[in-house]
C-alpha cells in the first residue's frame, strides 16, 4: 500500500467541511437531523438520541482537509445541504412521518 505508514498533516488554514454546507434540501449530500428520545425510552435504551443531530452538526463542519493529495481525493466540489431537524417537539409517530416526507422529498430530486 503507498499510503502505509505516511501521515499529512491538515493546515489550520485548510478549508474544512463545513465551508460546504448549505442550508436547504438540496445537495450531492443532505443532512437531516432526527433529534428524539422517544424510541429508546420506549425500548428501554439510554436517552440522549436527541442531542445527536446539533452534536454532529457541530463536529462535522471541522473536518478536513478538503484536499488530499496523498490519496488523490478532492471534496472541495461536493454540495452538501442541512435541512434540518425532522419533528422536533411531535410526539414520535408524527416526527417519522416528517421525516418520511423530508427523506422522500430529497431523493426524489435525485
Do not use: W
Request: proline share 4%.
Amino acid at each position: 500500500d503507498k499510503h502505509k505508514g505516511s501521515v499529512m498533516a491538515a493546515k489550520a488554514d485548510d478549508p474544512r467541511l463545513g465551508a460546504l454546507i448549505s442550508p436547504g434540501n438540496q445537495g450531492d449530500v443532505v443532512i437531516v437531523g432526527f433529534p428524539h428520545d422517544e424510541g429508546c425510552k420506549r425500548n428501554g435504551g439510554r436517552v440522549g438520541a436527541a442531542l445527536g443531530p446539533q452534536a454532529f452538526r457541530t463536529h462535522v463542519r471541522k473536518v478536513g482537509a478538503l484536499r488530499n493529495l496523498e490519496y488523490e481525493v478532492d471534496l472541495s466540489s461536493l454540495r452538501i445541504g442541512d435541512d434540518g431537524d425532522a419533528g422536533s417537539g411531535m410526539a414520535l409517530e408524527d416526527a417519522h412521518d416528517e421525516l418520511f416526507r423530508k427523506v422522500s422529498a430529497i431523493l426524489a430530486r435525485g
